[in-house]
């Protein structure tokens, strides 16, 4: 038994109707939506501004 008859043996599959994925993909593209959601909610850092609207960046 070598390496990749190994690899295979342990491959689980998530079954959803039709379509048929294994679980180390599902759980990169679960990982790689969270990411997106992430980027999408968090915000860019950016200078501090004050109750006035007015940034506190220097120039």
């Known amino acids: 038994m070598n390496a990749s008859t190994v690899l295979i ?4 599959y998530v079954r ?3 379509v048929q ?3 180390a993909n599902l759980l990169i593209i679960a990982l790689m939506v969270i990411a997106l ?4 909610v968090l ?3 950016r200078g501090h501004e004050d ?3 007015v940034s506190d960046v220097q120039h």
Do not use: D, K, R, Y
Not at 37 to 40: H, P, W
């Open 9 to 12: 043996a342990q491959t689980h």
């Open 16 to 18: 959803m109707g039709v």
């Open 21 to 23: 994925i294994s679980l």
């Open 37 to 40: 959601v992430l980027a999408l």
């Open 43 to 45: 915000p860019f850092p």
């Open 51 to 53: 109750s006035e609207g």
